[in-house]
């Protein structure tokens, strides 16, 4: 029997920074919060992500309507190691964002770029499961590569994380989307995505931390920009 855990709903703000933004913030948050455990030295890793959408575009056009409760799929790696490679589904209800992840290997993931899906249906995995009836139902099908480098931050109490994603990227092709030294089309170099996770409450001293003069929370997705580039 198959069974779904609970995902937590967590708070997701976004702030689009210019260049001198992010020397200013990325300088100040290495001073009060460790970087993620995963990153390198320079404390920054890539973020290679495959999306998913309907031949209609739902998830995009969802995303451009403001639609309360909408969800997209997508596949990613970190790196260049492909042998560690999630599939994940996002969603938003109520300005919340959830998150559930089923990890693939890179078999997996070259028998979907060439239409072969039903690996997922004899899956135990709930989500690989629900894929499969997307897939089916929704004629879910690869759309767009984004690839960007990413500086995470943690801070223990709320569960608070900080990314700053630079450098966004994206590739009109996606059967190399396992290749990490493809070439990715520059996206823009004049900003950067500052993103902000929590739980129940954001402690004080990250709002401090995070304060950027004249910036406002953004709708910002990096799917929908690179979207552009098909």
Not at 2 to 18: C, G, S
Not at 33 to 41: M, R
Not at 74 to 103: H, P, Q, V
Not at 186 to 194: A, H, K, M, Q, Y
């Amino acid at each position: 029997m198959i069974t779904k855990n609970p995902v937590k709903l967590r708070h997701e703000l976004k702030q689009l920074i210019n260049p001198q933004d992010d020397l200013i913030l990325s300088s100040r948050l290495r001073k009060l919060f460790p970087h993620d455990k995963h990153s390198c030295s320079r404390g920054t890793y890539r973020v290679s992500s495959l999306y998913f959408d309907t031949p209609d575009d739902k998830a995009l056009r969802q995303k451009l309507d403001g639609v309360n409760l909408r969800e997209k799929f997508r596949i990613r790696y970190y790196g260049t190691d492909t042998s560690f490679i999630r599939l994940e589904k996002k969603w938003k209800i109520n300005g919340l964002c959830g998150k559930s992840s089923a990890r693939i290997t890179s078999t997996q993931v070259q028998d979907l770029l060439e239409g072969n899906y039903r690996f997922l249906l004899v899956s135990n995995d709930p989500l690989q499961i629900e894929f499969y009836s997307k897939i089916k139902g929704q004629l879910l099908c690869p759309k767009t590569i984004v690839v960007y480098e990413r500086e995470a931050f943690s801070y223990l109490p709320g569960n608070v994380r900080i990314t700053i994603d630079r450098d966004l990227r994206s590739s009109m092709g996606k059967h190399d989307f396992l290749n990490p030294d493809a070439y990715r089309i520059p996206v823009s170099d004049s900003f950067s995505v500052l993103e902000i996770k929590y739980d129940e409450y954001l402690p004080d001293i990250v709002r401090m931390a995070v304060q950027c003069e004249n910036r406002r929370t953004t709708a910002f997705s990096k799917y929908m920009v690179c979207r552009r580039y098909d």
